[in-house]
């Protein structure tokens, strides 16, 4: 089992920047890719990004893609989603996901799931 707990949400104007985390306990953290998603009221839960185990790489979907960075520290258990010039589109409950199929978008490729922070961009 691993268990994950995100923070770091919050209420932020349009063209600010949060970080969310995501701390892991349980199992060996370094054996897992880990990915972040999202879910806005009445919409499905979709990918934000993920990393592989070691950090090497990277993925993201367009809508993220130059604004959103993620990255992990290893020794610390612990993965970060730096989310820079948000707008309300990027409102949402932010999930992380550990999984030790790969890094990807697809939700079942993940196995392992935090309880959400919430995001809300507004003025």
């Known amino acids: 089992q691993v268990q994950l707990v995100e923070s770091g949400g919050g209420l932020v104007q349009p063209g600010g920047s949060l970080r969310l985390s995501c701390a892991a306990s349980?199992?060996?953290?370094?054996?897992?890719?880990m990915g972040w998603f999202r879910q806005a009221p009445g919409k499905e839960r979709e990918f934000v990004a993920a990393?592989?185990?070691?950090?090497?790489?990277?993925y993201y979907a367009d809508s993220v893609k130059g604004r959103f960075i993620i990255s992990r520290d290893n020794a610390k258990n612990t993965v970060y989603l730096q989310m820079n010039s948000l707008n309300p589109e990027d409102t949402a409950v932010y999930y992380c996901?550990?999984?030790?199929?790969?890094?990807?978008?697809?939700?079942?490729?993940?196995?392992?799931w935090g309880q959400g922070t919430q995001v809300t961009v507004s003025s």
């Open positions: 996901a550990a999984g030790q199929r790969g890094p990807g978008p697809r939700i079942d490729g993940y196995d392992y």
């Open positions: 349980g199992r060996t953290f370094s054996n897992y890719a």
């Open positions: 990393i592989s185990w070691s950090g090497g790489s990277t």
